[in-house]
């Protein structure tokens, strides 16, 4: 029997048990789903409300909690934006599914 007092005892880990993150774990994780992945989905799913004609709009993706947020938007020649313009998608980051949509014409 040893007497080392500072060795700490064997002890098996638990399959069940959930893992500790550690603190380089990256918060919030990366999307499953990249960018051009989810609007892709978006824009499949625009084409049937919107006849294809996207060259009008500048789009706007950014990743927020709830996903993706897809805005086309109508800009007028001067450079300034007009509220609503096209659609606007919230895709989910991890599994590409379509949360919210909305049209504006």
Known sequence: MSSDLTAAPEVAR????TP????????PPPPVIPSH???????A???KMYVGNFGRFRIEI???D?????????????????????PHYVIDATTGEIVSKKYYQ
Do not use: C, Y
Not at 14 to 17: C, V
Not at 37 to 43: D, M, S, Y
């Open 14 to 17: 638990d399959p069940e048990a």
């Open 20 to 27: 500790v993150k550690s603190p380089n774990w990256p918060w």
């Open 37 to 43: 992945r989810a609007l892709a989905i978006a824009t």
């Open 45 to 47: 799913d625009a084409e």
């Open 62 to 64: 950014t990743l927020e």
């Open 66 to 86: 709830d996903g993706w947020h897809i805005a086309h938007l109508i800009h007028q020649r001067d450079g300034s934006r007009i509220t609503g313009g096209g």
